[in-house]
């Protein structure tokens, strides 16, 4: 992946030579906005969905390359409403609503990055990504790579993805396990309202693709944002609770889960320690393996099916890595190996806290 700066003379900067064009004997509206609001700065109590909003304003206000596109994200503000109200600060040529068509998304994200842009792409449903798995896969993972390196590819997608929502079909899965896979891709997942903001800029800034997952669950509980202070690097897991018995590690709408675990193990005389993976691609070990040397055990929990997945993954790397340290096998909790099932029997195939809890009896009991 490419690491130096990408960067546009202002000159050639695209949206400078757009400014004046017309467009069917009309000019076009302007592409910067000059009446946007000052950047905040303290500490704001928000949902992860607004985050992400306030977030995406920033990134489009600091930087007139950036420009978003999907589908229902302009008029509507996408179906979670994260994009609300861009379109009227932006315009319709930075905050594009797109047809129903996801490959036509991604491609043409791929056209514009290599024209010096740093599209965003929606993809509004987790379910909804594979019509452009090809495009992902195959051409934007490949891309600075088939270039030696001389290319900068700096596309984030979004993806609100995992359960706990009540849908259908398609509305309810967690495929991280496939881009987490894929070299050439990173792939992310903030946990609370503060990541999303900052992580989601920080991603944007970047010059290489992100796969961006947003635990769809989690777009409404509140939280606190420090709008001055990242806190984190982008690619940085986090111990976001202190303990001494057991490790729990998990990520995006599941490490909520693990806090409610950890402090119900707490009173039942357990000390739980709780990791934020955050990023999925490239994972960072470094506090994992920290706390599972310390603990001597570890669970890591996943919404996504266990086989040949991201906690799959995680815990062999614990296995090889602090073997001598382990007091009991690495154990993991995920959603079971089918089918995202009909609504009513979420409850079943998530992950809830009985049973992160049973598998920590099981590991203290070695």
Known sequence: ?????????????????????????????????????????????MTMAKALNEGLRRALDSDDRVLLLGEDIGTLGGVFRVTEGLKAEFGARRVLDTPL???GIVGAAIGLAMRGYHPVCEIQFDGFVYPAFDQITSQLAKQTYRHGGSQSFPVVIRIPYGGHIGAVEHHQESPEAYFAHTAGLRVVSPATPHDAYWMIQEAIAGNDPVVFLEPKSRYWPKGEVDLDDPGAPL???????????VTLIGHGAMVATLLDAAELAESEGTSAEVVDLRSLSP???????????????????????????????????????????????????SGYDTPFPPAKLEGVYLPD???ILEAVDRALAY
Do not use: C, W
Request: charged letters at 25%; proline letters at 9%; aromatic letters at 4%.
């Open 1 to 45: 992946m490419s690491e130096q700066p990408h960067a546009i003379s202002a000159p050639e900067r695209p949206f400078d030579k757009l400014r004046d064009q017309n467009v069917e004997g009309g000019p076009i509206e302007a592409l910067r906005p000059f009446d946007s609001p000052p950047a905040r700065s303290g500490t704001e109590v």
């Open 101 to 103: 068509a996801e490959s």
């Open 235 to 245: 690619h940085a897991s986090r111990i976001v609770r202190r303990g001494t018995d």
């Open 283 to 333: 994972v960072d070990y470094g506090p994992i393996l920290d706390s599972v040397r310390r603990t001597g055990r570890a669970v890591v929990v996943q919404e996504a099916p266990q086989q040949v997945s991201v906690g799959s993954e995680v815990a062999a790397t614990i296995g090889e890595r602090a073997f001598y340290s382990l007091q009991s096998p690495v154990l993991r909790v």
């Open 353 to 355: 806290v009985d049973r």
